[in-house]
C-alpha cells in the first residue's frame, strides 16, 4: 500500500466517523531536508497522525499547529528553518537538516469534492499515468485573485482542481505544469507582480511501479512481500498451476497461469520484469516476447552470466540485433552486489537495483557520493525562512 492509499484510507475512516481533519503538506524545501514537496500527514482534531512530512521532527508542531487550523477555518503556511545548527539546537528544534521546510496546514472540508485528498483520489484511482498537481502556497499583497490552498490537476484527460481559471496567472500557471509534466521534474515558481508574489508549489504525482515476475518458485515470495511493501503493482505468471495459486502471493495484485504456448500472444503493460522461472525455454520465450517491447525498460534475468550469453545465442538465430535491442533493459546477472545469498537477501538486492534505475541512480554508498541526497528542486527564487519556528523533535 501507498502512502497516499493509506492517507486515502484514514481519510474515509475520519470522514465516516465524523472526526474533523487538516491536511499539512510540504510545498517547498530548500537546502537538506528529510522529506521533499509532497509528502503528506492527515490530522485529526484529536490530533491521531496518518502519514509524514519529516522523519519525526516537525511532526508534533504541525500537529499543534493543524488542529488550530481545523478551529480556525482557514490553511496557512509555516516554515521550519534549521540552517542554523547551533541556533537550533539552543532553541530546541533540534531538526539536524540544515535547510528550510515550507508546510501547507489546510482544513478539509469532507463535501467539498474539490478538497486536496478528493483531488489525488481522482488521480489515484484513474488511468495510472505521470501527472502534475500545481499549488499556491504564497499570496504576498493585495488585490490578487488567488489564494492558499487553490490547485490545478494537470492530467492527459485534462485539468481539474480550484483554481479559477479567470485568474490573471492561471495562464502562466497552466504552462509551467505543462512544463513540469514534460520534464517528469517537481520545481517551484514565484510569479512577482505590481500587487505582491504568488508563490507555486508544481508537485509531480508518479503512479506505482508495475512490476512483472514472471516465476512462482519459493524465492518470488520475499521479493513479492518486499515490492507491494513500497506500494508497487505486482503481477505474477508462472506455466505451473500448483505454483500460480494466489494463496502463495496475497500480496501480489494479481496471481496468473500462463502456459509456456501462450506466452507469445500475453500483452505486456509493464515497465519492469523480472524472470526468475528456473526454466531455460520459458525465460527465453519471455525474453522473445519483451525483446519489441520498447516500455520494457528493465528485464532482470536472475542466473549465471553463462545463461544470458545462450539466452542471447538462441535470441540471435531469429533476431540478429537481439544485443542492440536489449542493450540497457537487460539485468544479468541480476541484482545488486550486496552478497546476498538467501531468498529474502536475494530480494532485496533485486529490488534495491530496481530502485536505482527507476530514479535514474548509481546506488553505492551516499558517503562516497560528491552530490546531494535528493537533487535541487528547480525555481526560479531561492527560498529564505521568513520567521522563526521551533519544534520539539519527538512530540
Not at 499549488?135 to 488567488?146: I, S, Y
Not at 515490492?227 to 500448483?242: E, F, H, I, T
Amino acid at each position: 500500500m501507498t502512502e497516499l492509499e493509506r492517507l486515502l484510507r484514514a481519510y474515509d475512516d475520519h470522514r465516516t466517523a465524523g472526526r474533523a481533519c487538516a491536511l499539512a503538506s510540504v510545498v517547498d524545501v530548500a537546502g537538506s531536508a528529510y522529506r521533499r514537496p509532497g509528502a503528506r500527514m492527515l490530522v485529526t482534531d484529536e490530533g491521531q497522525l496518518t502519514g509524514a512530512i519529516s522523519g519525526g521532527c516537525l511532526e508534533g508542531d504541525a500537529r499543534q499547529r493543524a488542529r488550530r487550523t481545523i478551529q480556525q477555518g482557514r490553511p496557512t503556511v509555516v516554515t521550519y528553518d534549521s540552517t542554523d545548527p547551533d541556533d537550533d539546537l539552543q532553541f530546541g528544534a533540534a531538526l539536524g537538516c540544515q535547510g528550510i521546510v515550507q508546510i501547507l496546514l489546510e482544513p478539509l472540508d469532507f463535501t467539498d469534492p474539490n478538497n486536496p485528498v478528493e483531488l489525488l483520489r481522482r488521480w489515484a484511482s484513474g488511468v495510472e499515468e505521470l501527472a502534475v498537481i500545481a499549488t499556491v502556497f504564497g499570496v504576498a499583497g493585495g488585490g490578487q485573485d488567488l489564494h492558499v490552498g487553490q490547485r490545478l490537476l494537470l492530467t492527459s484527460a485534462g485539468i481539474q482542481g480550484t483554481m479559477p481559471a479567470h485568474a490573471n496567472l492561471y495562464p502562466h500557471i497552466l504552462a509551467d505544469a505543462h512544463g513540469a509534466l514534460a520534464a517528469g521534474q517537481p520545481a517551484t515558481r514565484h510569479y512577482p507582480a505590481e500587487a505582491g508574489t504568488t508563490r507555486v508549489s508544481l508537485e509531480i504525482l508518479r503512479p506505482p511501479v508495475r512490476l512483472t515476475v514472471y516465476g512462482a518458485g519459493n524465492d518470488v515470495q520475499p521479493l513479492v512481500r518486499l515490492a507491494a511493501s513500497l506500494g508497487w503493482r505486482v503481477q505474477v505468471v508462472d506455466g505451473r498451476p500448483a505454483q500460480a495459486q494466489p494463496t502463495r502471493f496475497p500480496d501480489a495484485d494479481e496471481v496468473r497461469v500462463l502456459p509456456l504456448a501462450q506466452v507469445a500472444e500475453e500483452p505486456y503493460d509493464g515497465s519492469f520484469a523480472l524472470l526468475m522461472t528456473h526454466n531455460y525455454y520459458y525465460d527465453l520465450a519471455v525474453l522473445q516476447h519483451l525483446l519489441p517491447a520498447a516500455n520494457a525498460r528493465y528485464i532482470g534475468l536472475l542466473g549465471p552470466r553463462k545463461k544470458y550469453e545462450r539466452l542471447l545465442d538462441d535470441l540471435r538465430k531469429d533476431v540478429p540485433d537481439a544485443a542492440e535491442q536489449l542493450r540497457g533493459r537487460i539485468h544479468s546477472p541480476i541484482g545488486l552486489n550486496l552478497g546476498a545469498e538467501t531468498p529474502e537477501e536475494i530480494a532485496l538486492s533485486i529490488i534495491a537495483e530496481i530502485q536505482a534505475v527507476l530514479t535514474g541512480r548509481p546506488a553505492g554508498f551516499l558517503r562516497d557520493s560528491p552530490h546531494p541526497i535528493h537533487p535541487p528542486l528547480r525555481t526560479d527564487a531561492p527560498l529564505v525562512a521568513e520567521g522563526r519556528v521551533d519544534a520539539v523533535c519527538g512530540l
